[in-house]
C-alpha cells in the first residue's frame, strides 16, 4: 500500500517532513506551526467528506507517511494534483508510484476525468517529474482558459493535464508490453 486516507496521527511525521526548505515553498497548503498543520488536515478531511477534494497520505514501504497527495478544486469531474514528498523521499521513485495509485482511484472509482497540474515555472523538479509521465501534456495552450485563470495576476505557472482516457490507453499499451515480453521470455 502506498497510498491511505488522511489522518491525524500522521500529522507530527509530515509535519517534520514539509518545514524543509526544499518541500516548503512548493506546497499549496502552507503551516508554519504543528497546531497549524493539525489544523489544515482536518480542514482536508472535512473538505474531502463534502466532496471538494481528495486527500491521501504518501506511505513508504513500511507504512511510515512521507508526503501527501491531493486533488483540490474538485468540479465538473475534474480537479487540481498537488502532491509533495519529504526530501529524504526524493529521487527513489515513491512520486510516480504514488501518482499511478492515486490516479486510478481518481479515473476509476471516482469519476473524475481531467487532472489538471500547475507547476510553477520555476519549480524545475516538478516540471521534469510531469514530462516523464507518458500520459500527461503540457496544456498551456490547448486549454488556455485555465492557463489563464491560474495566471490571472502573472504569469506563474504552467498548466499540464491528464486526461482519463490517455491514462487508460498508457495503462492498456504497458500491460500489452508486459505480456509480450512474458510471451518473449517463456
Known sequence: MILKKRDVADCHA????????????????????????????????????????????IVDEWGAPIGTINLFDVSNNSGFLGTWLGKPYFGKGYNKVAKDAFFDELFFSCDIQTVFMRIRKENIRSFKAAEKLPYCTLANDIRKDVYDHINTNQDVYNLFQIEKDQYHLHLMRTQQEEETLEIKEA
Not at 478531511?45 to 477534494?53: C, S
Open 14 to 57: 509530515l509535519f517534520e517532513l514539509i518545514v524543509d526548505p526544499a518541500v516548503f515553498p512548493f506546497v499549496r497548503q502552507k503551516a508554519n506551526s504543528y497546531d497549524e498543520f493539525v489544523f489544515l488536515t482536518k480542514q482536508t478531511i472535512e473538505a474531502e467528506e463534502r466532496g471538494e477534494l481528495i486527500s491521501r497520505t
